[in-house]
């Protein structure tokens, strides 16, 4: 499985912007698919998830009510909307695969077995 995340920028305070992470080797029902994010000099931390079913999202206390995560089963790729964003929410951010998460999904990042390479989100203030 192989993981590509794209989306990110450079962004206003209040702005928005959507992440894709694009899958492929296999289908968006056998795994949960994270996004993490990390700030320098930070641990890596689990933003949203979304299980294999579709049908359980988790976000993380600080994003609830400005991010949304979905996904295009066609297109095999999830997105995670953000809006309202913060200067705190600059950071590298990451998508990633769980092969055992079919109806949940977990928000640490030892669960997660396949990574992406990060896609930079800077929000100006």
């Known amino acids: 499985v192989q993981l590509q995340a794209s989306g990110g920028g450079l962004v206003q305070a209040g702005g928005s912007l959507r992440l894709s992470c694009a899958v492929s080797?296999?289908?968006?029902?056998?795994?949960?698919i994270g996004w993490f994010r990390q700030a320098p000099g930070k641990e890596r931390e689990g933003v949203s998830c979304i299980s294999g079913s579709g049908g359980y999202e988790w976000h993380v206390d600080s994003v609830k009510g400005r991010f949304t995560i979905s996904r295009d089963k066609a297109k095999n790729t999830v997105f995670l909307q953000m809006n309202s964003l913060k200067s705190e929410d600059t950071a590298l951010y990451y998508c990633a695969a769980d092969r055992a998460a079919l109806n949940l999904c977990l928000a640490g990042r030892h669960a997660y077995d396949y990574w992406g390479q990060g896609t930079q989100v800077t929000v100006s203030s």
């Open positions: 080797g296999s289908a968006l029902d056998y795994y949960a």
